[in-house]
């Protein structure tokens, strides 16, 4: 099946005529493939990716952009969350030495 240029590969018995090469290259492909279909599921899920609510080939970009940086945003976030607190702590409450002069009061 083709759509456009790209072919559809599917997951199933090699051919024969494959080199070990070209089973490990499609094994790999589907693998990745797989990898990737929960991320989507969550993009559709948690980021509002089913329903496309802006009009035509750029709303659809803008849509999946967004999708796709929330996503990203939100896993950063996730690695840091040790930064962003201490960076909260102090924002919030200053340093945490305060000066003789100040413990006078």
């Known amino acids: 099946q083709n759509v456009g240029d ?3 590969l599917r997951p199933g018995r090699p051919k024969k005529s494959d080199s070990p090469y070209q089973r490990r290259i499609a094994r790999e492909r589907f693998r990745r493939r797989a990898g990737i279909e929960p991320i989507i599921g969550h993009l559709k899920q948690d980021h509002r990716l089913s329903r496309n609510y802006l009009k035509g080939v750029l709303g659809d970009a803008i849509n999946l952009f967004m999708a796709a940086a929330a996503f990203n945003f939100r896993k950063w976030i996730r690695k840091f969350e040790h930064f962003f607190a201490l ?12 000066q003789p002069s100040m413990m006078i009061l």
């Open 6 to 8: 790209t072919k559809i």
């Open 87 to 98: 960076f909260t702590l102090w924002l919030f409450f200053g340093t945490t030495t305060r």
